[in-house]
């Protein structure tokens, strides 16, 4: 058995793209336009790894995605978390979770998908401003 993708719905396609392409790094691996069913799918992928998250964009859907409890979560490896975090708050992402143990934080997509930004190798020294920086919302 193989894993080979996690769906999430997306209301605005394009802000989801800038998001998870401009601001996390992804790439747009293919991209699937179905007229007959009013639907777009489009699948991305950190370069070099096999697993890809799709995006499916319903054309003309008015309806408000919620993400449910037991979903969970999106994870990923970063090389620097306070860099990630840091560009990711210039550009108006909310840290809901801080990394205050330079190991672990949290946002969430424009669709409201909890991601968990997870540092690669050993945790960095603690530092401000993550060190006392509350949590906001959920995650």
């Known amino acids: 058995m193989k894993l080979l993708h996690t769906m999430i719905r997306v209301a605005d396609l394009d802000k989801s793209l800038h998001f998870y392409c401009d601001l996390l790094g992804l790439e747009e691996v293919r991209r699937?336009?179905?007229?007959?069913?009013?639907?777009?799918?489009?699948?991305?992928?950190?370069?070099?790894c096999d697993y890809e998250i799709e995006l499916t964009y319903n054309w003309g859907s008015?309806?408000?995605?919620?993400s449910g409890r037991n979903f969970g979560h999106l994870?990923?490896?970063?090389?620097?978390?306070?860099?990630?975090?840091?560009?990711?708050?210039?550009?108006?992402?909310?840290?809901?979770?801080?990394?205050?143990?330079?190991?672990?934080?949290?946002?969430?997509s424009p669709d409201g998908v909890?991601?968990?930004?997870?540092?690669?190798?050993?945790a960095l020294a603690p530092q401000e401003p993550w060190l006392s920086m509350e949590n906001t919302g959920t995650w």
């Open 32 to 48: 699937k336009e179905v007229p007959q069913g009013k639907f777009t799918l489009v699948f991305l992928s950190a370069q070099g």
């Open 62 to 66: 008015t309806e408000e995605y919620t």
């Open 75 to 108: 994870a990923f490896e970063v090389d620097n978390i306070y860099s990630l975090c840091e560009q990711l708050q210039s550009q108006g992402v909310i840290i809901n979770r801080p990394p205050r143990c330079g190991h672990m934080a949290f946002i969430k």
């Open 114 to 122: 909890s991601i968990e930004l997870l540092q690669k190798g050993e």
